[in-house]
């Protein structure tokens, strides 16, 4: 699929006529349709505003490698878990809860509390535990 496609499989994945999608991004129409039919290649100011607007992954626009929008995931962090999934042979169901949990930013404090506490941090022990202390109260 050329790049020319993908714009227009994301501009109707979108619902977007060409005259709509030209105004979000502040480009001419006739600009879009020849980005479309791949008779130019799509400038700076246009891959600037995907991303802006519709959180377009350029990768995925330029090579089609990867998804149609950006993940709120880096790919260093998609990486980990990948490696995660395949270190502790990980069902979808038992990732997807530990990305939920992660997600939740108490929780990636206690993660990160542990780890630090794995490194040999006395401190983040006590703060843990403090924590631990506090939800103890709360569910008691």
Not at 51 to 58: A, L, M, R, S, Y
Not at 64 to 87: H, W
Request: aromatic share 8%; glycine share 6%; proline share 3%.
């Amino acid at each position: 699929m050329s790049i020319g496609q993908r714009i227009k499989e994301l501009r109707k994945i979108l619902h977007l006529s060409a005259g709509d999608f030209a105004i979000k991004l502040q480009i001419p129409v006739r600009t879009i349709g020849s980005y479309e039919r791949d008779e130019v290649p799509p400038g700076p100011k246009f891959l600037s505003a995907l991303i802006k607007n519709f959180q377009v992954n350029i990768n995925w626009l330029l090579s089609g490698k990867g998804t149609m929008f950006i993940s709120k995931r880096t790919e260093l962090e998609l990486n980990y878990i990948a490696k995660l999934q395949a270190k502790f042979k990980m069902t979808e169901k038992e990732l997807s809860g530990l990305l939920d949990v992660l997600d939740s930013e108490a929780s990636r404090d206690m993660v990160l509390k542990f780890i630090e506490i794995k490194k040999g941090n006395k401190d983040a022990l006590d703060s843990l535990i403090c924590n631990l202390q506090g939800i103890q109260a709360i569910y008691n």
